[in-house]
C-alpha cells in the first residue's frame, strides 16, 4: 500500500503522524551527511576564477558572515528534514515554503556583494509565486477527498477526490517544481550559486533536489 | 462525491460556488503574472507577486471547513514572512544602509474621530471576546494611539508588553485546565477566552500603534 515501502517508525507528534519509511531514511541520511558537511569543512578562503578577464579573485570570510551562513543551513535542512518524514500534505507544503526562506536568506547575506541580494530577490519572488499553485493544491486536495493525512489518502480508492483531486495534483506539481527550483526554474539558482563563495551552495542544491525525490514519493501515494 | 463531504444543511448553491472561487483565485494569480510581464521594475514585481498570494489565500478559504480555516493561519504567516524576506533583500540592494525617511498623515478623520471609534471598537470587541474580540478591540486602541491630535503621553502606555504577557500566563493556565481537570471547562474557557485571547491580542495591536505613534511624534525620524 505506501509506495515507499516498509513503514520504520511512526514519530508519535499530534496528528500530522510523521513516519520514516525505507526510501525516507535513505532521503533523510543523505541531508544529514549535507548538513554535516558545512560543519566539519573548515574553508575560510574561497577563490573564483573570472574567464572573460584572466584573473583569480580570493575572498576572506568574516566569522560572523560564516556564523549566520551556518544557522541558515541548519534552518535550511532541518525544514528539507521536516519535508521528507512528514506525513500531512499541507505540512510538507508549509516546509518547503520555510525551505525557501532558509534559501533565499543563505543567497542574501552574502557580504559586500550586490548582485547576491538581486539573486536572492529573484529567488525570493519565485517561491512567493509558487506558493499560490502549492497552497492551492493542497487545497484542491482537501476540498477532494476531505483529509490531508497521506495515511488516509494512500487507503483510498483511485480516483477518488473527482476533478479537484486531479486538478490539485497538477496545481502542487507546478507549486513544488516552481519552489524547490527544479527543471525550467533552475535559472533562478543558477545565478545566486556562484554568489555564495563555496559550501553552502551544497546545501540549497541537495535539499531542494532531496525534497523533490520525497515529493515523487507523495504523487504516487494520493490516489 | 459532494454527498459525502457536504452536510444536507448546505444550500447547492452554495456548493456549486467552489468551482467559480477556484476560478477566481487561479485568474488573481494569472493577471498578476501578467502584470509582472508587462511592468518589470522591481518594487511592482514585489507587490504583484504578493497579489498573487492573495490568489493562494483565496483558494484556501474557497474550502470553507475548519480545517481550512486552521489552514489559512499559518499560509497567511508564511506569506507574509517570505514577502518581509524579499522585501528586506530589494530595501538593502536599493535603499543601502540609510532608511527613507516620510511625513506625517495630516487628514480630518484622525483629529475629530479618535476617541468614539476608539470606545466603539473596544466595547464591541469586548462585547465579542476570544481571539476575534482583541482584535477588534486592538484595533480601537491602536487607531487612537496612530492619531496625531490626541497624542497621548506615550510614557503612559509603556506598562502595555508586560499586560500582553499576562495574558500569555493566563491563556497557558486556562489550556492546561482544559486537560488536567476537565469538569472546570468553564473556568478554563473564561480563563483562556476571555482574559487570555482578549487581553493578548488587545495589547499586542495597541503596541503597533504604540510604535507607529512615536514615529509620528519624533517627526518620522527612527
Keep these: 500500500m505506501y509506495p515507499s515501502g516498509q513503514i520504520l517508525y511512526y514519530i ?20 544529514l551527511a549535507v548538513l554535516a558537511l558545512p560543519i566539519f569543512s573548515n574553508t575560510d578562503i574561497y577563490v573564483e576564477v573570472d574567464h572573460k578577464i584572466p584573473r583569480i579573485k580570493a575572498k576572506i570570510v568574516m566569522p560572523r558572515e560564516d556564523k549566520i551562513k551556518a544557522a541558515l543551513a541548519l534552518g535550511s535542512t532541518m525544514a528539507a528534514a521536516g519535508v521528507v518524514t512528514t506525513g500531512d500534505v499541507f505540512n510538507f507544503t508549509l516546509f518547503l515554503s520555510l525551505l525557501g526562506i532558509c534559501n533565499m536568506g543563505l543567497i542574501g547575506t552574502t557580504v559586500g556583494d550586490e548582485f547576491a541580494l538581486e539573486c536572492a530577490f529573484n529567488y525570493g519572488l519565485m517561491c512567493l509565486i509558487a506558493g499560490l499553485p502549492l497552497f492551492g493544491g493542497a487545497a484542491l486536495i482537501l476540498a477532494g477527498t476531505g483529509t490531508l493525512s497521506l495515511h488516509q489518502l ?8 473527482g476533478w479537484a483531486m486531479e486538478y490539485g495534483k497538477i496545481l502542487l506539481t507546478a507549486g513544488v517544481v516552481g519552489e524547490a527550483g527544479v527543471g525550467p ?16 551552495a551544497f546545501v540549497i542544491h541537495l535539499t531542494t533536489l532531496l525534497t523533490f525525490s520525497r515529493y515523487l514519493e507523495i504523487l504516487a501515494s494520493l490516489p | 462525491m459532494t454527498e459525502i463531504l457536504v452536510p444536507k444543511l448546505v444550500p447547492l448553491i452554495t456548493v456549486h460556488l467552489y468551482k467559480i472561487a477556484v476560478a477566481a483565485g487561479v485568474a488573481t494569480g494569472l493577471i498578476a503574472l501578467a502584470d509582472i510581464l508587462a511592468d518589470r521594475r522591481p518594487l511592482n514585481r514585489l507587490t504583484m507577486t504578493d497579489a498573487v498570494e492573495i490568489g493562494a489565500l483565496a483558494l484556501l478559504a474557497s474550502v470553507g471547513t475548519d480545517l481550512a480555516e486552521c489552514l489559512i493561519l499559518p499560509g497567511l504567516v508564511v506569506g507574509l514572512a517570505e514577502l518581509m524576506a524579499t522585501s528586506e533583500a530589494i530595501i538593502a540592494r536599493y535603499a543601502g544602509p540609510k532608511r527613507p525617511t516620510f511625513e506625517p498623515l495630516d487628514m480630518e478623520v484622525l483629529r475629530t474621530a479618535p476617541k468614539a471609534v476608539m470606545i466603539g471598537l473596544v466595547v464591541y470587541g469586548a462585547i465579542l471576546t476570544g481571539f476575534t474580540g482583541g482584535a477588534v478591540a486592538g484595533t480601537g486602541a491602536a487607531f487612537y494611539l496612530m492619531c496625531r491630535y490626541v497624542r497621548p503621553r ?37 480563563l483562556s477566552g476571555t482574559g487570555g485571547i482578549l487581553v493578548k491580542v488587545g495589547p499586542k495591536l495597541t503596541l503597533l500603534g504604540y510604535a507607529i505613534g512615536y514615529d509620528v511624534q519624533v517627526k518620522g525620524e527612527r
Design chain 1, 12 to 31: 508519535p507528534l499530534g496528528d500530522i503522524v510523521p513516519y520514516i519509511s525505507t526510501i525516507n531514511a535513505v532521503i533523510l541520511a543523505l541531508l
Design chain 1, 154 to 161: 494512500m487507503h483510498m480508492p483511485p480516483g477518488a477526490g
Design chain 1, 185 to 200: 526554474f533552475y535559472a533562478v539558482k543558477v545565478d545566486s550559486f556562484r554568489r555564495i563563495w563555496g559550501r553552502y
Design chain 2, 154 to 190: 506615550y510614557e503612559d502606555w509603556k506598562g502595555m508588553e508586560s499586560i500582553s504577557g499576562i495574558g500569555w500566563a493566563l491563556w497557558v493556565v486556562g489550556f492546561s485546565t482544559f486537560f488536567l481537570s476537565p469538569r472546570d471547562w468553564l473556568l478554563a474557557l473564561i
